[in-house]
């Protein structure tokens, strides 16, 4: 484990968004709700293309969607931003279960 030290102002903000606790708690719930907060949003991200194109990500990606839509900038830049969602949702989702399995040890 590592030792930070923190200028105090920052952990006044902290303790002002987290009440109670140690100051370790208070990051974890932090860094836990960001966590949330982005895998939120690329969860989003990806029905929004789902309901667009009536698919999966995984289904666009195997049809050659953006080779069948004429490699239009729209449908390029749509590939792109729902590819990042897609790993931005594996990776979140890897980090909030290894977050909470630290927690339980802990």
Same mark, same amino acid.
């Given at each position: =484990? /590592?030792?930070?030290? =923190? ?6 903000? @902290?303790?002002? &968004? ?6 370790? /708690?208070?990051?974890?719930?932090? @860094?836990?709700?960001? @966590? ?18 009536? =698919?999966?990500? !995984?289904?666009?990606?195997?049809? !050659? =969607?953006?080779?069948? &839509? ?25 980090? &909030? ?7 339980? @040890? &802990?």
């Amino acid at each position: =484990m /590592s030792a930070i030290l =923190m200028p105090e102002p920052l952990v006044q903000v @902290i303790d002002r &968004l987290e009440a109670g606790d140690e100051l370790e /708690s208070k990051l974890r719930r932090l @860094i836990e709700n960001e @966590i949330r907060r982005r895998l939120a949003r690329y969860e989003w991200i990806d029905r929004v293309f789902q309901k667009k194109y009536g =698919m999966t990500f !995984e289904e666009f990606e195997r049809n !050659e =969607m953006v080779k069948k &839509l004429g490699y239009s900038f729209e449908v390029e830049n749509d590939y792109h931003e729902w590819d990042m969602a897609i790993d931005g949702i594996e990776t979140l989702r890897r980090d &909030l279960e290894e977050l909470q399995e630290r927690e339980s @040890i &802990l």
